[in-house]
Nanobody, 117 residues
Framework: QVDFVESGGGLVQPGGSLRLSCAVSGNRFKSNSMGWYRQAPGKQREYVAR????????MYATGMDDRFTISRDNAKNSVYLQMRNLKPEDTAVYYC??????????WGQGTQVTVSS
C-alpha cells in the first residue's frame, strides 16, 4: 500500500509558480516530519524541504528556501510545496514522503514539474 498521492505538477514557463499537494494515508502523518523530494532526469532523487509535525519548523535544501515554501494541514493529512520563480533546473518528478525516509517506506508516483519556455 502506497501512502502518498502527489498532484499539482505541470508545464510552467521560467519564472512561473506551482503549488504541489500530497495526500497522505495511514496513521503516521500527524506524528511525523514530512518532506518533499525530487528526481531530475538522469539524476538521483534529492531532498528539497521538510516540515515538523506541528507545521512550525521547516528546513530547506541549500538554495531552495528563497523560492520554495513547505506547509502542511494536519486536519487534511496533506503536505504542500509552493514553488515560485521556477527555473528550468527545477524540472523533475516531485515526491513527498516522511522525513527521514525509512528503507521500508514506499514512494508514490510523484508529480511531474516541467519548467520550459
Amino acid at each position: 500500500q502506497v501512502d502518498f498521492v502527489e498532484s499539482g505538477g505541470g508545464l510552467v514557463q521560467p519564472g512561473g509558480s506551482l503549488r504541489l499537494s500530497c495526500a497522505v494515508s495511514g496513521n503516521r502523518f500527524k506524528s511525523n516530519s514530512m518532506g518533499w523530494y525530487r528526481q531530475a532526469p538522469g539524476k538521483q532523487r534529492e531532498y528539497v524541504a521538510r516540515i515538523a509535525p506541528d507545521g512550525v519548523q521547516t528546513m530547506y535544501a541549500t538554495g531552495m528556501d528563497d523560492r520554495f515554501t513547505i506547509s502542511r494541514d494536519n486536519a487534511k493529512n496533506s503536505v504542500y510545496l509552493q514553488m515560485r520563480n521556477l527555473k528550468p533546473e527545477d524540472t523533475a518528478v516531485y515526491y513527498c514522503n516522511y522525513a527521514p525516509v525509512r528503507s521500508s517506506d514506499q514512494w508514490g508516483q510523484g508529480t511531474q514539474v516541467t519548467v520550459s519556455s
